[in-house]
């Protein structure tokens, strides 16, 4: 069965310091991984997956699958980050539906 | 919006009734998702359509659940003789076909009281 965990459930930086949003993964397949972030009062959205390889809003996020990890880090945290940020896995074999991790809540305090 | 749209946003019914929530994907998105959320929990699986066909259902969907999508378009869930277990955020995500990126709607809470 395929399992994402996020161990944080929150996260209180300052503004400026760098961010590290953790997330493991189990899965017998190849996976593929996205972040999704819930800003407040507004609807989930992704943030970015694995596949692109994209910076978004300075985010970056590496496979690693010896470790299966799927770390989200950002060098600066600015305040507009708080939100919630959930880390998901897609099921290639049942219509791509998505696993979520538990959430973590991102605090950027001015 | 041209995203995703879930009605009700919030339903607060008493528990032994039937509730019935309805979900307007993006239009031409083959695939419609539902999840449920309860409170500090991630997303959950319940069912995904491709156009009007039901391909998989999560065993988390008793059998007082029931989702359509008659006509590949619009979907509804109901949930028969609730209870206040069912109490969560119920959303709703589309995608264009296999592989692309989910949108979401806003979701409704149902609380069962």
């Known amino acids: 069965a395929q399992r994402v965990t996020q161990p944080e459930k929150l996260l209180s930086v300052f503004k400026g310091a760098p961010v590290e949003l953790k997330c493991n993964y189990s899965y017998s397949g190849s996976p593929e991984l996205f972040w999704y972030v819930q800003y407040s009062r507004q609807r989930l959205q992704l943030l970015l997956r694995h596949i692109s390889r994209e910076s978004i809003k300075g985010f970056t996020a590496d496979l690693n699958k010896g470790e299966t990890s799927f770390h989200l880090k950002k060098p600066f945290a600015q305040e507009e980050d708080s939100a919630m940020y959930y880390c998901a896995l897609m099921n290639n074999n049942a219509g791509n539906m998505l696993t979520f991790g538990g959430g973590t809540r991102l605090m950027v305090k001015p | 919006d041209t995203g995703v749209s879930q009605d009700p946003r919030h339903k607060i019914t008493k528990r032994g009734q039937n509730v019935t929530f309805r979900c307007d994907p993006i239009?031409?998105?083959?695939?419609l998702y539902w999840y449920r959320q309860t409170l500090g929990q991630g997303p959950e699986f319940l069912t995904y359509f491709q156009n009007e066909a039901q391909l998989e259902k999560s065993r988390l969907l008793s059998d007082r659940f029931s989702a359509e999508r008659p006509k590949g378009s619009f979907s509804t869930l109901e949930i028969q003789r609730t209870e206040q277990g069912d109490s969560a955020m119920y959303l709703c995500?589309?995608?264009?076909?296999?592989?692309?990126?989910?949108?979401f709607g806003q979701g409704t809470r149902l609380t069962v009281v």
């Open positions: 239009s031409e998105h083959n695939r």
């Open positions: 995500a589309s995608s264009l076909e296999a592989n692309t990126e989910a949108f």
